[in-house]
């Protein structure tokens, strides 16, 4: 009976050793949430939009994310991250003169924006232009905003 006993005793520990180290694997697999301390946070919604500023309908967005590592739904996250980051964020360098006289004077405005984080700064930009003609000769080839 003794033995029984013991053995029934042994089984019980070894059980509970066994859950408890479960319970241990399973608490350390699932960790403390990683903080993005290494990263400042960079994630942008980028719009361009039919009408003037205040009333603008959305005809395409994306969302540009850069840090810790490009991504987003932009069809060229990596391109766009390294533009941003030569002109350190700032929306209005990515814009030149328009060259007079190489679009019509049609007035069907377009509306450019970016809203969100760039580098821990929170970033609310926007840019009309008198019609899509105007816009793709005020962007350079390659820019944030194509898509």
């Known amino acids: 009976m003794r033995h029984i006993l013991g053995r029934i005793g042994v089984i019980i520990t070894a059980s509970a050793l066994t859950a408890g180290a479960a319970a241990a694997t399973s ?8 903080s993005a301390g290494l990263y400042a946070p960079s994630a942008l919604v980028l719009s361009v939009g039919k009408g003037d500023a205040a009333s603008a309908t959305v005809q395409r967005a994306v969302m540009l994310s850069c840090a810790p590592r490009p991504g987003g739904t932009h069809p060229a996250p990596g391109a766009a991250c390294s533009e941003l980051r030569s002109v350190q964020g700032d929306f209005a360098q990515l814009t030149r003169p328009r060259s007079q006289g190489d679009c019509t004077r049609q007035w069907d ?12 700064r929170s970033v609310s930009w926007s840019a009309t ?3 899509e ?13 194509s898509f």
Request: hydrophobic residues 40%; charged residues 15%; proline residues 8%.
């Open 109 to 120: 405005p377009l509306v450019l924006s970016a809203t969100g984080v760039w580098q821990g």
């Open 129 to 131: 232009f008198g019609n």
């Open 27 to 34: 608490t350390a697999d699932a960790g403390p949430a990683r």
């Open 133 to 145: 003609c105007e816009m793709r000769a005020s962007l350079p080839e390659g820019s944030v905003f």
